[in-house]
């Protein structure tokens, strides 16, 4: 089922000029689809850098709580 929503034009524009390939909702999802990998990344460094400032894995950290 397909359900249409209104978008202010501000927020196509802002779209548009992020992703120039596709239609409204193939750039949303692919703005969406990056923007979590980004986070991910953001929490692997994250856990990256806090294992090594500690000496411990986050599972072996995890174990111990």
């Known amino acids: 089922m397909t359900e249409t929503i209104g ?17 409204i909702n193939t750039k949303v999802k692919h703005i969406l689809e990056n ?9 692997e460094l994250t856990i990256k ?10 599972s072996k950290f995890k174990k111990k709580e």
């Open 7 to 23: 978008i202010l034009r501000s927020l196509i524009d802002i779209v548009n000029n992020i992703e120039h390939e596709g239609d």
């Open 35 to 43: 923007e979590l990998i980004r986070r991910l990344n953001r929490y």
């Open 49 to 58: 850098h806090l294992e090594k400032k500690y000496g411990m894995s986050l």
